[in-house]
């Protein structure tokens, strides 16, 4: 089985040259430890973490998978030590506010990390991810003691942390939430429900489950204007920090899933548990939305996690495996035949993975810095600068989602193919990444979901196309510095033609949407993947730029790295980019196309 290598060495470019993390972090109160040495030495550790001790279980968890015995679920063999060195190492902590445990450091490293052991082991990765999303959830909503009572144990890794929100009768539309909440005298309420597909839902990694649930009050409206937050918790606190009786929280039962098998995913029951309200009555998924952010992004992370990874073992394979001979001549005529590096097509598929994963991981590091602010902003009482970094955020954080999970489960295709028949035997693990990965398309909304978002939402509703305006700005003012080096002058002018695009294709959806109110659903999912293209290529021509001015001048690392990565740039102008043209042409055809075919003719069985 191949292993996992941490790419200390791109993301210390993007951290260091591209993105000058250094100078970001002097600008934030919680960037006051995140010097040069800290994060590089926070950064080998985790890496050496996830190299040694999740790596090796990735495939035997898949193997294992998690177990329902007597209503409890263990997780497979060695999850429960590896998360003990989890805890012990502080990493649950690393980005949490002092106050209650934390490390108090920058948002980001936390994003970071979780790429890290994302890639390294998907499924171990979402039982603490999961938590932070609670605790960012009670974090901005929780009262003072709901704060105390449950962030320190969830900071310190002793409880974990779920979000539930789906039923069986409603998935994306929440206004179908059945789960009902009772006022109690004691100003708790009992809940009854039962909530599906809830990752972490059930497992033996922490003491506690704290789970954030969406429910209904008796009175509440109908829709998503009636829908309450709480905590649920399957141990009552016991008001000392530790646990106390169980509560009427169950696993009914373990969902037989494509992949992810070593993550619990649990059909959850609520049998008059006990839970408190968090946030304002009727206003539980406003509240909820900031769970959903963060988990979005964090789901985006599988994408260049997925890509990464089938990378790294499918360049390894096609440097050791020789079949024919490269058509330009022998490569290696000592041998019986070239090594699969060699032939086009091969590259062809390397090289997508490669742009995929770096490219990719540079657009997480771009709104890593944004995140960073919007905390600040938050945990600073700043509304004004939260909600202005906010934005930027809602905007990128549909197309991260949709456009990197697509991408990912794309690379790691590539990287069957490159393994040949090898590749879909499973003793190889490449099988696994296509799995694992699907699923990453799926929740925390669908790419369809994301693409109606971004383009009904962000861009036509809320903003009225001045989204787009405003991030095209930003990548033009960058592209219009980089015109004079002959370098750098054909990703300037691309950028340049795809901003002026980008906005005329805003307009003209908006103009038809207003004749066919169908035109934002067909065209969402192409206006989707037409954006993630052209950020990508932002991205790309940032690294470029970066590159050619350390090619000049020297820079951190050897000069091969530096040429690698301009060579990489190209291939995405030349390969990959033109894609984009194509959901360019299918988002303006009219909707007659799709919506013609009455529903009864779609098909004939008779």
């Known amino acids: ?229 709480f905590i649920v918790p399957k141990f009552l606190p016991d008001g000392n920090g530790g646990v106390g009786e169980r509560n009427g929280v169950t696993c009914g039962s373990l969902e037989k899933k494509m992949g992810i098998k070593a993550s619990a995913t649990c059909v959850m029951n609520f049998d008059d548990a006990t839970g408190v309200m968090i946030g304002p009555e009727n206003q539980g998924l406003e509240c909820m939305f900031t769970f959903m952010n963060t988990a979005r992004i964090g789901t985006s992370i599988q994408g260049v996690g997925a890509a990464e990874l089938s990378y790294q073992w499918a360049l390894d394979y096609a440097r050791e495996r020789r079949s024919m001979r490269a058509l330009s001549g022998k490569k290696e005529p000592e041998q019986v035949a070239d090594a699969l590096i060699h032939h086009a097509d091969v590259r062809r598929m390397l090289l997508t993975q490669k742009a995929i994963a770096e490219g990719g991981r540079a657009m997480l590091y771009y709104a890593a810095r944004l995140a960073d602010h919007m905390v600040e902003g938050h945990e600073k009482g700043d509304e004004k600068k939260a909600e202005a970094y906010d934005d930027k955020l809602g905007f990128l954080t549909p197309i991260l989602k949709g456009f990197l999970t697509e991408l990912g489960f794309e690379a790691a295709n590539h990287g069957v193919q490159v393994f040949g028949g090898h590749g879909y035997i499973r003793e190889h693990g490449m099988e696994q990444i296509i799995r694992d990965t699907k699923i990453a398309t799926l929740y925390e909304g669908t790419t369809g979901i994301q693409a109606l978002d971004l383009l009904g939402r962000k861009v036509l509703l809320m903003t009225q196309g001045g989204a787009v305006r405003d991030f095209t700005l930003k990548i033009a003012n960058f592209a219009r510095k980089h015109l004079a080096d002959k370098r750098t002058r054909p990703f300037a002018v691309e950028l340049l033609k795809l901003t002026a695009q980008w906005n005329v294709l805003t307009v003209r959806v908006m103009l038809a949407a207003r004749k066919d109110r169908d035109v934002v659903s067909a065209a969402a999912h192409d206006f989707l993947m037409y954006s993630g293209y052209v950020t990508m290529a932002y991205m790309w021509a940032r690294q470029a730029v970066v590159a050619v001015n350390k090619l000049d001048n020297g820079g951190e690392d050897a000069t091969e790295f530096y040429q690698t990565k301009l060579a990489t740039a190209e291939f995405y102008y030349e390969r990959l980019l033109p894609r984009a043209q194509t959901h360019a042409t299918s988002m303006l055809s009219p909707t007659r196309s799709l919506m013609q075919i009455d529903p009864e003719h779609m098909a004939f069985t008779d």
Request: hydrophobic share 35%; aromatic share 8%.
């Open 1 to 229: 089985m191949p292993v996992y290598k941490a790419p200390l060495r791109d993301m210390k470019f993007l951290l260091n040259e591209v993105f000058n993390y250094p100078k970001h972090y002097e600008s934030l109160a919680s960037g006051e430890n995140a010097t040069p040495d800290i994060v590089d030495a926070i950064l080998s550790e985790c890496g050496k973490f996830c190299e040694e001790v999740l790596s090796p279980l990735n495939q035997s968890g898949d193997e294992e998978g998690c177990k329902l015995e007597n209503g409890e679920v263990t997780t497979p063999k060695g999850f429960k030590e590896a998360y003990d060195q989890y805890v012990m190492g502080g990493w649950q902590g690393l980005s949490a506010p002092e106050e209650f445990g934390g490390q108090g450091l920058p948002a980001s490293l936390g994003l970071f990390k979780q790429e890290m052991m994302g890639t390294a082991n998907w499924s171990f990765g979402m039982y603490p991810g999961l938590s932070m999303g609670a605790m960012n959830t009670i974090f901005l909503h929780g009262d003072d003691e709901q704060k105390q009572t449950y962030l320190v144990p969830l900071t310190e890794g002793r409880w974990g942390g779920t979000m539930c929100l789906t039923e069986p009768q409603c998935g994306t539309d929440l206004g179908q939430v059945k789960t009902k909440a009772e006022p109690q005298a004691d100003g708790t309420y009992k809940i009854t429900g039962t909530k599906i597909f809830i990752s972490s839902g059930d497992h033996d990694l922490t003491e506690n489950i704290v789970h954030i649930v969406l429910a209904r009050l008796p009175d509440a409206p109908k829709g998503t204007r009636g829908i309450s937050l």
